[in-house]
């Protein structure tokens, strides 16, 4: 059971927070069928229409790539190795969410699996948890894992881009590993 948490929290990973609103950014191409092992995130389809209605936009960065996946938008990231005894999955790439001057970076997401949280840098500064992961998912074709706003994470969404519509325990989105 341990080892599919791991794979399936691997596929948490993105941040589904990237995929906020990426409709812009879904134009980019789907992966190749050669790609390397990377983690999954689909939005959950009606996050994905909030953000739109809200103007965030997203961009992926450093070989994140976004794409539309079953109704919504999808994120990929690439995995780039392993930490703290294979407890701890860490990826490449990043997302940028932005509403006109007010943006957010994420990028460098770490999935730890001992406390079942993935997180990431934020703004380039600092490191924090954006996500409680729990399976099942309950959604499987959109993901193995599903991806739940931290408190935090929530209040820094709804403060950047001065809304009220994410809290903390929300159901952002799905992941899947993919090796």
Not at 111 to 135: E, H, K, P, Y
Request: positive net charge; proline residues 4%; aromatic residues 6%.
């Amino acid at each position: 059971m341990k080892q599919l948490v791991r794979k399936m929290a691997a596929a948490a990973t993105i941040v589904v927070v990237g995929v906020a609103g990426a409709g812009a950014a879904a134009a980019a191409a789907a992966p190749a069928a050669d790609r390397k092992p990377d983690t999954r995130v689909a939005m959950r389809p009606m996050v994905a229409d909030a953000l739109g209605d809200l103007r965030v936009h997203v961009r992926p960065f450093n070989g994140a790539k976004a794409y539309h996946f079953r109704g919504t938008v999808a994120v990929n990231f690439e995995i780039s190795g392993t930490g703290k005894g294979g407890d701890r999955i860490k990826h490449t790439g990043g997302i940028a969410l932005r509403k006109g001057h007010d943006r957010i970076t994420l990028r460098r997401f770490w999935i730890d699996l001992d406390r079942n949280r993935l997180s990431g840098l934020v703004n380039g500064q600092v490191r924090a948890d954006l996500f409680r992961l729990s399976v099942p998912s309950g959604r499987p074709k959109l993901g193995d894992v599903r991806l739940r706003l931290t408190r935090p994470a929530a209040k820094a969404i709804n403060q950047t881009f001065g809304v009220h519509a994410f809290s903390g325990g929300d159901t952002f989105g799905f992941a899947t590993v993919r090796s």
